[in-house]
T-cell receptor, first 118, second 115 residues
Framework: DGGITQSPKYLFRKEGQNVTLSCEQN?????MYWYRQDPGQGLRLIYY???????QKGDIAEGYSVSREKKESFPLTVTSAQKNPTAFYLC?????????????????FGEGSRLTVL | DQQVKQNSPSLSVQEGRISILNCDYT??????FLWYKKYPAEGPTFLIS?????DKNEDGRFTVFLNKSAKHLSLHIVPSQPGDSAVYFC??????????????FGQGTILTVHP
């Protein structure tokens, strides 16, 4: 079955600790994304990557870091610099179409990881 | 600055009736709009989309209407079913430049369909 797998589903962290959320896809999609969902705020883009070894900051990248060493994998590290890390984190992927590199319009999402800082 | 707004946090309708979910946007560069459906503790799933060259797109019970002059779109679900109960997100993307691949989401509307 093709899809996006996020792990862990639930994670607890003490203040001051870094934590890494895993995202793996077997859809052969070029682009991958990390979003954060907070109550009443919708989904906000943290980082995205359209090709291996390249990634761009989204709207709320501060306190986060990513890597894209393989096409299938796009892990997100929530660092101790992130002031309010408790949230629901969603990884997504999409194909890239056309010469302009425009996404197809449809993101495929994983099931999410809920991070709670104690 | 909320460029995509869903001003109704929740909507409750009776099974069999029409559900209308609304979305407003402010960025005139947006040219592609999508609706996603999300159940609790799951990732959103794509529902329907519309390009700015159209004013209506229909897929089964779901129809999206786009009013570019008003910068407004709506999702109609007819007839509504209890299984439609979920959070619905409106999203938009802009043409060209570094905006490709980036969706801007609204806050979401919780739809509850009562049997």
């Amino acid at each position: 079955d093709g899809g996006i797998t996020q792990s862990p589903k639930y994670l607890f962290r003490k203040e001051g600790q870094n934590v890494t959320l895993s995202c793996e896809q077997n859809l052969n999609h070029d682009a991958m994304y990390w979003y954060r969902q907070d109550p009443g705020q919708g989904l906000r883009l943290i980082y995205y990557s359209q090709i291996v070894n390249d990634f761009q900051k989204g709207d709320i990248a501060e306190g986060y870091s990513v890597s894209r060493e393989k096409k299938e994998s796009f892990p997100l590290t929530v660092t101790s610099a992130q002031k309010n890390p408790t949230a629901f984190y969603l990884c997504a992927s999409s194909i890239i179409t056309g010469t302009s590199g425009r996404m197809s319009g449809e993101l495929f999402f994983g099931e999410g990881s809920r991070l709670t800082v104690l | 600055d909320q460029q995509v707004k869903q001003n109704s946090p929740s909507l409750s309708v009776q099974e069999g009736r029409i559900s209308i979910l609304n979305c407003d946007y402010t960025n005139s560069m947006f040219d592609y709009f999508l609706w996603y459906k999300k159940y609790p503790a799951e990732g959103p799933t794509f529902l329907i989309s519309i390009s700015s060259i159209k004013d209506k797109n229909e897929d089964g019970r779901f129809t999206v209407f786009l009013n570019k002059s008003a910068k407004h779109l709506s999702l109609h679900i007819v007839p509504s079913q209890p299984g439609d109960s979920a959070v619905y997100f409106c999203a938009a993307s802009a043409a060209g430049g570094t905006s490709y691949g980036k969706l801007t989401f609204g806050q979401g509307t919780i739809l509850t369909v009562h049997p």
